[in-house]
């Protein structure tokens, strides 16, 4: 056994060795264990370049018209995305800055090219009036882009294409090393086929939309090909579930009329909120709500859906443009025609005004309305113009609207996210005080609320 000197003297015997290797040259040298392989300044250099010559093997070419103007190689002009504002952004661009949010850069030509089939043509110009191929902008252009030497053009609207993806598979690289070859790979795919559309989930999933099985086949063979280089794994298509409830039917499954004992039983109103309702209180007995859930019209979750993006932009008012307002004034008008065209909606023009929130994530097709008596929270149209500093519910209202996030993400059937239900908050209460040991009231508004809307929801059909 050896003692720590004669370790010590080891492996400064072994240092000395290596550095003379180095010295003489000797950096090829693998024999055993001894000493490490050193790459010499050329192959250093011949490696970055394989490295970039790989980045840099695929170059998209964009299929353009020229509306006016010609277009030549070598030419800087803005690339505006099919979201660009020139009200909003154009000054900006105008003067060098590109926030992060504008939907423009800027971009140089590389080339411009006559497409002949599989081939290409150089051209020295593209006139107006012209189909042409156009290189260079694939770093600024994602799927379609509008092309202008001025900032002050509005963009084009982005093509409206016939089939819309619809099968969802996730993928992933067969050896874990090559995960960021596969992320390569997917955004180039992205931008090569205007029908694919690529995902990562929640739980960082690399999700793969396509527009059926044989297109599938096709952006496998494209990733492993062309794209990612790399062999992927495919997983069983992924059927994405919605839960939801209906009105109660007037006929049974052969289009009869339900009659007799299988009828539903005629009720006043009064007491189909006392039947459908579910009332809860927290743990610590300190607060209860009641709530109900009633099925949106059909109309009305299909605009919710569609303009998922202005409710995303609605959940902070503070920071609304004009344009933004606008659109959210459209909606809620669109809104309100759907809910006088139904005939069976029990919404009202009031339960409109007094959404509080949208879920899941703040912008999904249901929603959260607020009924309470006392209870001025404002909506999601418009803030409340004062707030009630002696209601001590207003503190809280970030947790009920928690809740009900939670619930519309993860339904009671499956675990699935909600479509087309409204709850309805009919009453809340708070007491000053409550049973102590359980722990922060937020946190129990929260699951408490949760809960609430699970069970309003099971007691309605679906």
Known sequence: MLTEEELRARRDAARERHQERLQQGDVGSTSG?????????????????????????????????????????????????????????????EAGDFPEDCHGSVGTVSGVYMLLGRDLENLEAGFAGNIVGISGLSEQVLKSA????????????????????????????????????????????????????VIVSEAGEHLLVTAGEVHLQRCVLDLTEAYAKCEVTVSEPIVPFRETI????ETDMVNEAIEGENKPKETTTEEEEETDSVELETPNKQSSCTLRALPLPEDFTKLLQDNHLILKTASDHSNLSSKAKKDLAELRDKLLETIKNSESSELTTEMLDRIISFGPKRCGPNVLINLTEGLKVGSVW?????????????????????????????????????????????DWTLKDEGDPGWGPLSGQIVSTVKEACRRAFQKQPQ
């Not at 695929?58 to 504002?85: C, H, N, T």
């Not at 209906?246 to 039917?249: C, F």
């Not at 809740?403 to 699935?416: D, T, V």
Request: aromatic share 6%; hydrophobic share 40%; glycine share 6%.
């Open 146 to 197: 509008t092309l202008s030497s001025s900032p002050w053009m509005p963009p084009f609207v982005e093509l409206v294409h016939s089939t819309y993806p619809i099968l969802r598979v996730a993928v992933e690289p067969f050896r874990s090393s090559d995960l960021g070859a596969l992320a390569r790979g997917l955004q180039l795919l992205n931008q090569a086929d205007a029908h694919v559309e």
């Open 246 to 249: 209906v009105p109660v039917p």
């Open 33 to 93: 264990t001894e000493g490490a392989v050193q790459l010499s300044a050329q192959q250093i250099q011949e490696s970055e370049k394989e490295a970039e010559a790989a980045k840099n093997e695929i170059e998209f070419v964009a299929f353009a018209r020229v509306f006016s103007g010609q277009i030549k190689p070598g030419d800087e002009i803005f690339v505006l995305g099919p979201k660009y504002d020139p009200s909003v952004s154009a000054a900006n661009l």
């Open 382 to 426: 418009e803030e409340a113009e004062t707030r009630d500093k002696t209601d001590n519910r207003i503190e809280l209202v970030s947790s009920l609207v928690n809740g009900f996030q939670l619930a519309s993400l993860n339904g009671p059937i499956c675990e699935e996210p909600m479509m087309g239900v409204a709850f309805v908050l009919q």
